[in-house]
């Protein structure tokens, strides 16, 4: 059974169709990319799986149980995780702090119990952590770390500094950080490299293949199709909220409509086929959110 | 039949006549709101330097009322231009909650010189207008109802004109739409926010005047119910939307005419805030706009800048504490025991609201509103039940969570600013019930003859024992929040408000912690109430006013936002400083308003850093 499956998932904004009856599964331990013209519906792809947008219709399926009707907080409980375009840190927290958000769902005292007992026993183990409670905190403190020192030297001195002095790509690799530490069981990675210089990029690249060897589901939105080719086992490409196409990397790459869907209609003469080499479509343009 | 009929007719008139001053006052906030994306505090206070003005004009100058009304409209658009040129666009760069927080210091600065120049008391504004009464049909209208109908109806068809066929109210609309767009097109966009304020303020000054005229009397606080009437109109129509805003206007005048002729006149204001609060939460877009969804959020960004606090080291805080806990015995002065009890009470005050709105970012105006409950909530309990002090204090708190956290609870949807207005109208709504529910509160009269303040039966007789109590419940407070906000809970607090969506994404249930974060904060604010109810033994609806609410957040940015410590000096230096300088004691307030707008400018993030 596949691990997380799109049925015919859409949205629609105002009758414009962001996302247009996408179907797709992800198996455990896959790394699919999502490729795409800028504004094709691949960050809303992601906020529909990530429960921070209601698909229009269509259903979304973990372990073959329906995500449907959940609030965004609930998603990470059931192992979804993200990063987000942009980049999201606490500004005003520190690495380390970061970080431990993202167990926040693990952690016993922010468990669900009977309605405002719940509230008064997460108020009473701030003021007075019974001793599982703290020897947890030391536990996800010691896991943080771990988690940090995936990056080398990048974040481990800079633990109690604020997020908001981190460089541009230390603030995008605080974000990995903070949804490993939720333990996910798929891992949603938004344009991991936007921004990043070639060799910041590779070090993405080595990353993002660490977490492979370590069985993590990853999906992934990219337009740097070199790193797309290199990590994929499958790729999906999206143009106008739809998926037009889906295989492996070397398929994808000689499918016609996705050279059409990049280049427009085809040529006279035969153009160079967008993926060759090092292209890729980076801009700076938004895609719908 | 025929009287109701009549009362029907009286009161639609009185409240259309109403209606068209809330509608002056409104869409001169829509405009500002429009092309400032700026909700003016100061508006208010506009309208009352208006009244004054006009007043100053007509009784003291004896010039004829159309006199009058050309040095309210230059008075009032110097200002307009001033409070441009302060509030707005000189914090450009700043935390985007800024220029709003700027126009509270702007708007306590003009209350302040108002009070100052003419006193407090309400001066008497005889009509300079002929007393004649034209009859239709049984009734009859005055000449008054009509100059304010007809300035109403004039000032908005000169508005339309002005900004559907001039240059300049092109510029107006364009940069409403889109400032960028604007200022890339060649549009000054200063020139025109000037102009935004300029006309609104004129707008609003004339308002001022007529309702002067119209009530026969002007007072220094007629200011900050006009200003929340204003906005309360505004939002009814739409946030920023001038046609919206006039029918705002009236429809909110029309509902309190007739909710008052149904429930009594001590229930006026209470529409206005119930208006707000349900429009905020079922349809923030307002009643006139086609707009499905809320408008963007006005001034998104966390309120909190980055900075790097200050390290207070523990031994400097045990010295300070333990230099507190002395002082009584080394100084004997009733004064200065009284004066720095305050400033303890204030510091409570502080705390608690620096732990919403500097710890998890939901940004509290109310919070007068929480500590009233705490104080009636335990004089009833000593009073109706009997209860010992030691056991009402803890049980008001308490209640005061209970019902506090209750009464934010349908406010959890709304996001960043929506938040702090919402809570200002929560915070009027509590003072309007206790001034209503006389069965309970015992109404205008307040409760009296409350005990002492007393723990375990030791009665708090002299003011050295009150001080040691308001002491040691600033220490309590201080040690829980100190403990909450550095552990686990205090850290989801903090992501909920660096980022909400982020927050929201990584797993944090926004409602159950923001549940949490109006409990202890009310909490807290609760407990400061009950203290300061039996240590003044008498309360009524006026010993809470939201003045304390902007005071204690005033404290709280002096200190820096979430910063326990910062809360405690802020409160301390706001409230012993003017004592212990005599010269400043009447200027207090001014000092307050001046101290909020150089922070804001210079300082935002406080003297200790934010947290």
Redesign the interface.
């Known amino acids: 059974m596949a691990l997380l499956e799109l049925n015919s998932l859409s949205r629609n904004f105002g009758g414009v169709l962001a996302v247009d009856h996408v179907s797709f599964d992800l198996h455990a331990g896959e790394t699919v990319s999502v490729i795409g013209p800028n504004g094709a519906g691949k960050t809303t792809l992601f906020n529909l799986i990530?429960?921070?947008d209601q698909p229009s219709s269509g259903t979304i399926l973990l372990d073959g149980k329906a995500l449907t009707g959940l609030?965004?907080?609930?998603?990470?409980?059931r192992g979804i995780?993200?990063t987000?375009q942009h980049g999201?840190?606490?500004?005003?927290?520190s690495v380390l702090?970061n970080v431990?958000?993202?167990a926040?769902?693990r952690?016993q005292?922010?468990q669900r119990g009977l309605p405002f007992i719940?509230?008064v026993r997460?108020?009473l183990?701030?003021?007075?952590?019974s001793p599982s409670v703290a020897a947890e905190?030391a536990q996800l403190r010691q896991q943080a770390l771990e988690i940090l020192s995936l990056f080398g030297e990048r974040l481990l001195p800079r633990l109690q500094q604020?997020a908001?002095?981190l460089s541009y790509a230390n603030r995008r690799r605080l974000e990995m950080a903070?949804?490993l530490a939720?333990q996910p069981r798929i891992l949603l990675l938004d344009e991991p490299t936007a921004g990043m210089n070639p060799t910041e990029t590779a070090e993405v690249l080595a990353f993002i293949r660490t977490l492979k060897t370590r069985n993590l589901t990853i999906l992934l939105i990219e337009h740097k199709l070199s790193l797309v080719m290199e990590l994929s086992d499958r790729v999906i490409v999206m143009d106008n909220g739809q998926k037009i196409a889906e295989g492996k990397p070397h398929d994808v790459r000689n499918d016609p409509r996705v050279i059409e869907a990049y280049l427009g209609h085809p040529a006279p003469h035969p153009s160079p086929s967008p993926f060759s080499a090092e292209t890729h479509f980076h801009t700076e343009g938004t895609t719908t959110s | 039949m025929e009287d109701f009929l009549r009362t029907f007719f009286d009161q639609t008139v009185n409240g259309l006549v109403i209606g068209n001053i809330y509608a002056l006052t409104a869409v001169g906030l829509a405009i500002i709101f429009g092309v400032g994306n700026l909700i003016n505090f100061a508006h208010g206070s506009v309208y009352m330097v208006g009244a004054y003005v006009g007043w100053v004009c007509v009784t003291r100058l004896g010039l004829p009322l159309p006199a009058a009304f050309g040095v309210v409209v230059v008075v009032c658009g110097l200002l307009g231009m001033l409070i441009e040129r302060l509030g707005l666009r000189s914090l450009q760069n700043s935390a985007r909650i800024a220029p709003l927080l700027a126009t509270i210091g702007i708007s306590f600065v003009l209350d302040q010189l108002i009070q100052l120049t003419f006193t407090r008391a309400p001066q008497s504004f005889p009509s300079p207008l002929p007393n004649t009464r034209f009859p239709i049909g049984g009734v009859s209208i005055g000449v008054i109802d009509l100059l304010i109908a007809a300035t109403g109806i004039g000032s908005a068809a000169v508005l339309y004109l002005f900004l559907r066929y001039t240059k300049l109210g092109w510029a107006l609309r364009a940069t409403a739409q889109d400032r960028d767009a604007a200022q890339q097109m060649g549009v000054n966009v200063n020139a025109v926010n000037q102009t935004a304020f300029a006309v609104a303020s004129i707008l609003g000054g004339i308002a001022g005047m007529l309702v002067g005229i119209y009530f026969s009397t002007v007072y220094p606080t007629m200011s900050f119910q006009a200003g929340l009437k204003g906005f309360a109109a505004n939002l009814l129509g739409g946030l920023g939307n001038v046609p919206g805003a006039v029918l705002g206007g009236l429809l909110l005048g029309l509902i309190e005419s007739y909710g008052v002729s149904l429930f009594g006149a001590t229930y006026r204001n209470l529409f206005a805030y119930a208006i707000l609060i349900l429009v905020l939460l079922l349809r923030p877009q307002g009643l006139f706009s086609r707009q499905r969804q809320a408008p963007p959020e006005p001034l998104t960004g966390?309120f909190?800048p980055?900075s790097?606090p200050i390290h207070v080291p523990p031994w400097a805080i045990a010295v300070a504490a333990g230099a507190a806990l002395l002082l009584p015995l080394f100084v004997a002065n009733p004064y200065v025991l009284q004066v720095l009890t305050n400033a303890w009470l204030f510091s409570m005050i502080a705390l608690s609201i620096t732990l919403a709105t500097g710890t998890a970012g939901q940004t509290s105006l109310g919070h007068a509103g929480f500590i009233a409950i705490g104080a009636y909530a335990s004089a009833l309990l000593t009073q109706r039940l009997g209860l010992p002090f030691t056991v009402a204090l803890p049980a008001a708190a308490i209640l005061t969570a209970l019902l506090g956290t209750l009464l934010v609870l349908p406010a959890f949807r709304l996001r960043a600013h929506y938040v702090a207005i919402a809570t200002l109208g929560i915070g009027e709504i509590v003072n309007q019930m206790i001034l209503n529910w006389d069965w309970l509160t015992n109404g205008v009269m307040g409760i009296s003859n409350l005990p002492p303040p007393s723990f375990f039966g030791r009665e708090a007789v002299r003011i050295q024992d009150v001080y040691w109590y308001a002491l040691a419940l600033l220490g309590i407070a201080a040690l829980?929040q100190w403990?909450?906000v550095r552990?686990?809970?205090?850290?989801?607090w903090?992501?909920l408000?660096?980022?909400d969506?982020?927050?929201?994404?990584?797993?944090?249930?926004?409602n159950?912690y923001k549940?949490?974060v109006f409990?202890?904060s009310t909490l807290i604010a609760g407990m400061t109430g009950a203290f300061t109810g039996h240590m003044y033994s008498y309360i009524n609806h006026e010993s809470f006013t939201n003045t304390i609410s902007i005071l204690g957040l005033t404290m709280v940015i002096l200190g820096g936002m979430g910063n326990l410590i910062g809360a405690v000096v802020g409160a301390v230096a706001l409230i012993s400083l003017p004592e212990f300088f005599r010269v400043l004691v009447d200027y207090r307030y001014l000092v307050y308003g001046l101290t909020l707008l150089l922070l804001i400018r210079f300082r935002p993030q406080g003297l200790l850093g934010?947290?």
């Open positions: 990530t429960g921070l609030r965004v907080d609930q998603f990470v409980e995780a993200r987000f999201r840190v606490f500004g005003n927290m702090e431990l958000i993202g926040h769902s952690r005292a922010a719940e509230l997460e108020l183990l701030a003021l007075w952590p905190e604020p908001y002095s903070r949804a939720s | 966390t909190v980055n790097k829980i403990r909450l552990s686990p809970l205090g850290r989801t903090r992501a408000r660096d980022d969506i982020a927050a929201q994404s990584y797993g944090i249930n926004l159950r549940t949490l409990a202890s934010t947290v």
